[in-house]
């Protein structure tokens, strides 16, 4: 059975297996105690678990005493913004994100609208195990109001900021194709693109039917996508996950560019425009270090998880952040990785610039990302790192996460992963070849005890 996965993305589980009703209700229990029995806004993604999931979180909210916000299927950014907007005392988004449909999860938000930190998941975690929350008087209980489309108000703040120039967009007239995987941003992507002018074809932006595709927008997955953008002379091409936080982009010829892009385009657009920092995880590509060197700007690197990076975007006042896998984090609009938001910045770069999405990636330096990951039952990450740290020869170490290696062209990263038992390899180099030449080098290194 594969146990119940508890870090700052929340707690994580396959449903029937871990994560039961019994459990779902004492972590949402435990979490509304947390939020003092105070107002609690819940959404979901689309996934087949989620209505049942959804009655076992408002059990436990309700025995808390909550006031609960039902805002139904909404993206996981949409829930965040909803928690700042409505002043609630925080937030519950009932998604798996990138995990298979048999998955589910509880990612967390406080009243600020953003992921919880490790202390507070220790705590609510301890609370739910050990069933030492409070449950309120029989008066006390909470109640459910439901808020339909509130997903228009996600879009209309995104459209009210200074630096997204809707007039500038709709001028260009994009002809977009968006491919939602059925999940949480079906609607939303849609409706955001045509009040950007956009002519828009979708691809698996049906709600009400199982994942389209594999739910990672990861290259291999958007073939759908990429036929759609060239049959269709599309200019662009937009993929999400099922809680809409990653975006990826597939370019004008119908190639997906890889999620790393995302946050490089919006990242161009935005350090272009504004004098301050960006942050990013220390797996997210060298490309963020070049374009920052072109604006002269700092980038800091945090630990992998949408939380780590936005800790250090307030650390260091940054003017956007995200992670390599395609959430963008626009901290004008909030702390959260937000497919909407990459969606506005990758088309205002385009369009302040003229560019094509393959005139971008063709005149910016490249680089080949290699992600592999080796089972770690069992094996002890002590001696491993200690194994990798002798072959660093003139490389850089850096243990902001893991252990990572960095040369003046290319890195080698090992991580645990947050959301699965296994150790991520994640390698970048100038080619494909020596990319992947590198990953397989340090897969043998783990696998020589
Ligand atoms: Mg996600």
């Known amino acids: 059975m594969t146990p119940l996965m508890v870090s700052v993305s929340g707690i994580r589980g396959i449903v029937g297996e871990s994560l039961t009703p019994g459990v779902v209700s004492g972590y949402a229990d435990a979490f509304g105690t947390?939020?003092?029995?105070?107002?609690?806004?819940?959404?979901?993604?689309?996934?087949?678990?989620?209505?049942?999931?959804?009655?076992?979180?408002?059990?436990?909210?309700?025995?808390?005493?909550?006031?609960?916000?039902?805002?139904?299927?909404?993206?996981?950014?949409?829930?965040?913004?909803?928690?700042?907007?409505?002043?609630?005392s925080g937030g519950i988004a009932i998604t798996a994100s990138h995990n298979p449909e048999e998955w589910n999860a509880l990612k967390f938000i406080n009243k600020e609208g953003r992921f919880l930190g490790k202390d507070d998941i220790d705590r609510i975690s301890n609370d739910a195990e050990k069933d030492t929350f409070e449950n309120a008087e029989i008066s006390r209980l909470g109640e459910v109001e439901t808020i339909e489309d509130i997903h228009a108000d996600h879009i209309?703040?995104?459209?009210?900021?200074?630096?997204?120039?809707?007039?500038?967009?709709?001028?260009?007239?994009?002809?977009?194709?968006?491919?939602?995987?059925?999940?949480?941003?079906?609607?939303?992507?849609?409706?955001?693109?045509?009040?950007?002018?956009?002519?828009?074809?979708?691809v698996n932006c049906d709600p009400d039917k199982p994942f389209g595709r594999g739910a990672e927008p990861l290259p291999e997955n958007l073939d759908e996508l990429c036929k759609s953008v060239r049959k269709n002379n599309a200019d662009i091409g937009f993929a999400c996950d099922p809680d809409a936080d990653r975006l990826a982009i597939v370019d004008e010829n119908g190639k997906a560019i890889g999620e790393d892009y995302t946050l490089v385009l919006a990242a161009d657009y935005i350090l272009g425009m504004k004098n301050g920092a960006i942050a990013t995880n220390a797996s997210t590509t060298m490309l963020i270090d070049y374009i920052a060197r072109k604006y002269n700007r700092d980038v800091f690197r945090s630990k992998v998880?949408?939380?780590?990076?936005?800790?250090?975007?307030?650390?260091?006042?940054?003017?956007?952040g995200g992670e390599g896998n395609g959430g963008v984090i626009y901290p004008a609009l909030h702390y959260g990785r937000d497919a909407l938001t990459g969606i506005a910045l990758v088309l205002m770069q385009l369009s302040s610039s003229?560019?094509?999405?393959?005139?971008?990636?063709?005149?910016?330096?490249?680089?080949?990302?290699?992600?592999?990951?080796?089972?770690?039952?069992?094996?002890?990450?002590?001696?491993?790192?200690?194994?990798?740290?002798?072959t660093a020869g003139r490389g850089t170490l850096d243990r902001t996460d893991g252990l990572k290696l960095i040369y003046s062209d290319r890195w080698i990263h090992l991580r645990a992963s947050n959301t699965e038992p296994v150790i991520r390899i994640i390698t970048e180099a100038p080619t494909r070849d020596e990319s992947e030449k590198l990953a397989d080098k340090y897969i043998n290194l783990l696998k020589t005890e």
Do not use: W
Request: net charge positive.
């Open 34 to 88: 947390f939020c003092k029995g105070g107002t609690v806004v819940v959404g979901r993604d689309t996934r087949r678990s989620g209505p049942m999931m959804e009655h076992a979180v408002f059990a436990g909210l309700m025995a808390a005493g909550c006031r609960i916000i039902n805002i139904g299927i909404n993206p996981t950014p949409t829930v965040q913004l909803a928690v700042e907007k409505l002043g609630a």
């Open 156 to 202: 209309r703040a995104l459209l009210e900021l200074e630096t997204v120039k809707v007039d500038k967009i709709r001028k260009h007239g994009f002809k977009t194709v968006v491919d939602c995987v059925n999940g949480a941003g079906s609607i939303v992507l849609p409706e955001l693109l045509h009040e950007l002018g956009c002519e828009v074809l979708k």
């Open 305 to 320: 998880g949408e939380i780590h990076v936005v800790e250090k975007m307030i650390e260091n006042s940054c003017v956007i």
């Open 354 to 390: 003229g560019k094509s999405v393959s005139g971008f990636v063709d005149e910016n330096p490249k680089y080949y990302m290699t992600k592999k990951k080796a089972d770690i039952t069992g094996t002890d990450l002590g001696s491993v790192f200690e194994r990798v740290k002798k």
